[in-house]
C-alpha cells in the first residue's frame, strides 16, 4: 500500500552539505502498523515530508496506493490522512463545519460526507461536540477531532506524526484504540514516536532511523534476535554508541 524505495535527501548547509535521509527503503502493507522511530535528527519528519509530496527526494522515490508521489502529487494526498500532534483547527468554525470543509476539499459527496462525520464522531465519541465552536476545546478533545478530520475522506494510507505528545492517560488510550480502528478496517498506517514504550505496543513492525540510515527493520522479535537487546529502548542506546 505504501512503498519508499531508496529515497534520499541532502540539505545544504553554511559550510557543509547534510545527508538528512540516505537511501531509504521500507513497505507499509495494507492493516499493518509500522513503527517509523529515531532520535530528534534521525530523519523521520523529512521522510513523512517526502512520502506528502511536500519536498522533493533528491534520490528515490515514495509511492501511496500505486501512484508516485513525484507523478501525481495531488492524487497521493487524496490518499493519505495526516495526524500530526502539532495540527491546529478552525477557531471559529463548529466542529461540524470542519470536518464537512475538509471533506469537501477532497471531493467527497456531501451525502457520503454527512454520514461518515456522524460515524466517524461516534466512533471517537465527539458526537456532543460536533456543535461546539473547535477554539473552544480542550488539548484532547482537539486531538480526538483531529484524528476524526484525518479518516474523512477515507484514505488507505495514515500517517501519525508524534500523536499521543502532550496528551493525558485517557487521551493516549484514545489514540491506542484508534490504531487498533485503523488495523482492523486494512488501513496502512506509520507512526512516527519518541515513546519508545508506546511503540512496543502499537506496532507490528518497525524501522529504527539514526542519522538518515535505516539500521535495523522487522517485528520485534526479528529486532531482538538481531540486537540482541529485549525493548527499543536499549536498541537504541545500543545503536547510538555503535555509530558514535
Known sequence: MLVAESLTKNFSLDDSDLCAVDHLSFQVMPGEVFGLLGPNGAGKTTTLRMILGLLEPDEGFAEVDGIRTADDPIGVKARLGFVS?????????????????????????????????????KLMGIEPLLSRRAGTLSTGQRQRVTLVRGLI?????????????????????????????????GKAVIVCTHRLDEAERLCDRFGLLHRGKMRHMGTMEELRASTGQEHLVNMFVELMREVS
Open 85 to 121: 500532534a502539532s495540527d491546529g483547527v478552525y477557531p471559529w468554525l463548529s466542529v461540524r463545519e470542519m470536518l464537512l470543509y475538509f471533506a469537501d476539499l477532497y471531493a467527497v459527496d456531501p451525502d457520503v460526507a454527512a454520514q461518515r462525520c456522524e460515524n466517524l464522531a
Open 153 to 185: 475522506h477515507d484514505p488507505p494510507v495514515m500517517l501519525l506524526d508524534e500523536p499521543t505528545r502532550g496528551l493525558d492517560v485517557v487521551g493516549v488510550q484514545t489514540i491506542f484504540e484508534y490504531i487498533e480502528h485503523l488495523r482492523q478496517v
